[in-house]
């Protein structure tokens, strides 16, 4: 069973940081592109952030400068780090585990909130 657990979200002040954790299980965590999405309330759902199995990165404009994706393999845990956040970063911050080629899987976590105020 496939499981992504987001945790690290909340309320924090304009130009504060949170860092969020995704930790995986039920795949082979080393060979995932783990990737970040958000969704804010009546938009669709955005790319963050992503890192793929040998560590290449792609980020939004939006985010770039300010959030940074990481991985740790031997805990199957990603993490986003988020400073100087903005209330447009208000949203549901999102896990995904995605692999393109076999075995292919594209996996969601429950999402965890973030809400930054002015």
């Known amino acids: 069973q496939v499981q992504l657990v987001e945790s690290g979200g909340g309320l924090v002040q304009a130009g504060g940081s949170l860092r969020l954790s995704c930790a995986a299980s039920g795949i082979i965590f080393s060979i995932s592109t783990m990737g970040w999405y958000r969704q804010a309330p009546g938009k669709q759902r955005e790319l963050v952030t992503t890192?793929?199995?040998?560590?290449?990165?792609n980020s939004a404009d939006s985010v770039k400068g300010r959030f940074t994706i990481s991985r740790d393999n031997a805990k199957n845990t990603v993490y986003l780090q988020m400073n100087s956040l903005k209330p447009e970063d208000t949203a549901v911050y999102y896990c995904?585990?995605?692999?393109?080629?076999?075995?292919?899987?594209?996996?969601w976590g429950q999402g965890t909130q973030v809400t930054v105020s002015s």
């Open positions: 995904n585990a995605n692999r393109y080629i076999t075995p292919k899987y594209n996996y």
């Open positions: 890192i793929t199995s040998g560590g290449n990165t």
